[in-house]
């Protein structure tokens, strides 16, 4: 169970050990590389994604999280190489994913690698689907292209990957379209799909948002659990940050397309630096269990055409000052943990200041 | 399913039944006296008063209607005052020759519309497009009769590659029957080439953006399968529809074009039946094109329902 308490303590005690190994990691462990992403919606004055770096080790989880609009999902898309070539446009960026290295300026990941080593599961389970075919094909399409084999191969591999998301009458569901399903049944066969070719790199997107909240934590679970059976490397974008106390090993925070602090997920709630970080931190619930206040961070992010220059978040900072019209760049607090602040490390300055 | 197929049949008998009255009402409202037609130079009285009784229509209007409406149910849509030919015969005699011209017209308008429709909504806003556009546009601007009259002089006159007009039953000679119905197919299909483009273009522009054609590509499909598998597969159900409303269209469109290309179909039989004053192949005519509409429609119905799972399943 989730909430139980001493599967919550060993939990932690495996993070901490696998915190210790990422922090050594070489650069053989890390799976995927994003380097200085850069993109803008054609019309678009100002960048949507501007200089984002992320990267996955194996078997790692990393959760990306921040308000909404401020680029995650369409970080994710451009992983997968699923961004509107037409409207996108690129202007910096280079993925290493598996050995494979795309500049994202001119090319996208390989079909072979999409759906295959990189799977990804949307944050709509009730239009992703395809409402023309039957569920078991869907699912099997996905088998055969990545893996070859036979008909029988590929539908025996749907069957076990629907039995594993535990979709109860597996083989029934087989034969059914996808309106005959509910919301959690449809994320549950979105799942199977995206596993069904034993990714490396899984890229969830708030795949819990759309769902009744009863279902939410199952799916999540599910999730949780087959990323740990397998050791899937994954991305997991959510708003909620009792799920990535839950689950993150890193966790990355975004706003209006920066990336404004990254660190071990003990570090991001114990000791978070960046204001909009500390902001996000007590708009819930704490992690100790006790409710903090529920403040949240002052007035909403500015669009794209009104985007500041420098420090994106100096419209809203408490401690904005003039320095904040020059850029902040990433900075080290401690190894692992950087974020992207004139006032990092907070501890030194407010020793100063004291 | 089944019974969603039977309310539309019932929906279809009090339609036809409102179209007959309509058919036959339209026919005593018309100037004209048709036993003047009948009786040619002859004005005598008695004559007149002869075929009046012979014809019945000296009964009353609702009676007359009942009388026609039970023969026309029997198959019996009178006899054609010009030739003394039934009516019925005449139809079955023309009806063929324009069915195959529609069949073939449409085998061109789906060829040429669909694969461009799918080509520009894809390449939507390129060159592509925008060429797709202008050509279906002049499609649809060009007359009929213009783009068939300049056809039979380079094709048939200069060049003498097809013959120019005329009709061979198919069962005669195949492959000239299909030739000498080549440019004429063409000519009616082209237009509805273009009509059918900008159907397909849109339907397929709604679908392209989908989440499931994403999903479709973050399996790793070729863009082929994306887009003719996933993406067309739930564009279909608009084309088939309007596919099947065309047809019944281009039966009724023919009339031109047989005229053009001196072909003997139904197109023909209108126009002669009109100038002649044939009442009663006029009539005939009228009712078997408005129930081949309604068959039309009762079958786009039906694939409408047969390539939705969502109905199909219910
Ligand atoms: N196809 C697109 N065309 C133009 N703007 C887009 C497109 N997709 C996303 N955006 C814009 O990019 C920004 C980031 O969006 P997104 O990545 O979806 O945010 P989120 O963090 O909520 O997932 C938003 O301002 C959104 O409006
Ligand atoms: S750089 Fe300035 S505006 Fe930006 S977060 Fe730090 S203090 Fe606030
Ligand atoms: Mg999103």
Redesign the pocket.
Known sequence: MLSDLTWTNLALVQVSQKEIALLHKDANDVLMALGDFRLR?RG?DAC?IDGVDLSVARGEVLCIV??????????A?ALMGL??SG??EISSGTLRFDGETVDLTRDRLSSERRGGAMAMIFQEPMTSLNPAFRIGDQIAESVLQHRGGSKEQARDRTLEMLRRVGLPSPEARLRQFPHQLSGGQRQRVMIAMALANDPKLLIA??PTTALDVTIQAQILELIRDLQRERGTGTIL?THDLGVVAEIADTVAV?YG?QMVERGPVAQIFDDPQHPYTIGLMESVPRLSGERARLTTIEGSVP??DKMPEGCRFRTRCAFAVAACAERPALRDVTPGHAAACHFVPLEQHLRVAV | MLSFFLRRLLIAIPTIFLISIFVFGLQKLLPGDPLLVLAGEERDPAVLEFLREKYRLNDPIPVQYMTWAGNALRGDLGISLRTNQPVTELIAQKLPVTLQLAMMSLIFAVVIGVPAGILSAYRKGTMVDWVANVVALSGLSIPNFWLGIMLILLVSVKWQLLPASGYVPPGEDLWLSIKTMLMPAFVLGTALAATLMRHTRSAMLGVLTSDYVRTARAKGLSERKVVLKHAFRNALTPIVTMTALLFGELVAGAVLTEQIFTIPGFGKLVVDAVFNRDYAVVQGIVLVTAVGFIVMNLLADMAYVLLNPRLREA
């Open positions: 919606f678009q949507v921040g308000e909404s609009g401020c680029g995650k999902s369409v970080t898309m961004l509107p409207s996108a997107d708030e974008i975004m397309g669009s794209i």
